[in-house]
Nanobody, 124 residues
Framework: QVQLVESGGGSVQAGGSLRLSCAASGRTFSQYDMGWFRQAPGKEREFVAG????????YYADSVKGRFTSSRDNAKNTVYLQMNSLKPEDTAVYYCAARSYSRPYDRVDSYNYWGQGTQVTVSS
């Protein structure tokens, strides 16, 4: 089992920044690849960012590319999502998730473990 706890959400004006954190506990954190998703009211959960060990790269949704950056600190068992130049359309509940290696990084059903989510609200 892996337990994930997000923090760092809040309310910000358009153009502002937030940094989300996702603290992991349980099984060895480094055995999993991590991803970020978000879900706005009335919409499906969508991919935001995902790290793949096989390539050593982090992939981003086109809607956040160039504005969001995901990083990982294995020593702290924590993953971060730095969000800059926020837009009202970024408003959503953000989730971090963990998946076993080799599964597609951008699919919700690839991920075994999910955090509880943290709300991000961007006002215009």
């Amino acid at each position: 089992q892996v337990q994930l706890v997000e923090s760092g959400g809040g309310s910000v004006q358009a153009g502002g920044s937030l940094r989300l954190s996702c603290a992991a506990s349980g099984r060895t954190f480094s055995q999993y690849d991590m991803g970020w998703f978000r879900q706005a009211p009335g919409k499906e959960r969508e991919f935001v960012a995902g790290f793949t060990s096989s390539s050593g790269r982090t992939y981003y949704a086109d809607s956040v590319k160039g504005r969001f950056t995901s990083s990982r600190d294995n020593a702290k068992n924590t993953v971060y999502l730095q969000m800059n130049s926020l837009k009202p359309e970024d408003t959503a509940v953000y989730y971090c998730a963990a998946r076993s290696y080799s599964r597609p990084y951008d699919r919700v059903d690839s991920y075994n473990y999910w955090g509880q989510g943290t709300q991000v609200t961007v006002s215009s």
